[in-house]
């Protein structure tokens, strides 16, 4: 496969998206080193962009992205592809509304991951986010497409846009790669509050009826 002449024009705009989408991964304290990644799916192709391994975020631009198929093979870039390529290509495959898949192992949210215990939908923050609590995944190891396994299983069932991965980290998916760093970027914030409200007591529940609510009004009355 090869990017064609329809998509080139796409392409050079998501490698210019997803570099730059990458600075808010450190910015916000999600990720240290080379840990963690974000892709985007190509509109109207069987395509995807993708961060290269082992690169330092300040040396990351949209020249260095790399593109791959949706079975995880390079297509273009001189760089190889990140080590989470086959969890995102499989989410891909299966999830067609999905447009963009983040990866993170930041710092509270990985320690619900490690607990295997799901963030309790106890803020309007998520209710309007995600909608209920934010599951958690089945132990996966790297290498193959387990990950994008439990992943799509585990959200298929949930409108969360965000799972905890035992024992691993954070995923997240969205409409665009945009929307998918939003949510990793809020499923740190949640998994934080919490976990600091749980120090000073149990925390009180959010009835279903209104999490409802919430997520109705968010996903379809909120912003411009």
Known sequence: MSITAAVAETVAKLRQQVADLHAELPKNNLVVWTAGNVSARVPGADLMV???SGVMYDELTAANMVVTDLDG???DGDYRPSSDTAAHAYVYRHMPQVGGVVHTHSTYATAWAARREPIPCVLTMMGDEFGGPIPVGPFALIGDDSIGRGIVATLEGSRSPAVLMANHGVFTIGKDARAAVKAAVLTEEVAKTIHVARLLGE???????????????YQNVYGQ
Not at 203 to 217: E, F, G, N, V
């Open 73 to 75: 093979e390079l297509v």
């Open 50 to 52: 993708i961060k290269p």
């Open 203 to 217: 925390p009180h529940p959010i009835d279903q009826a209104d999490i409802d609510s919430l997520y109705a009004r």
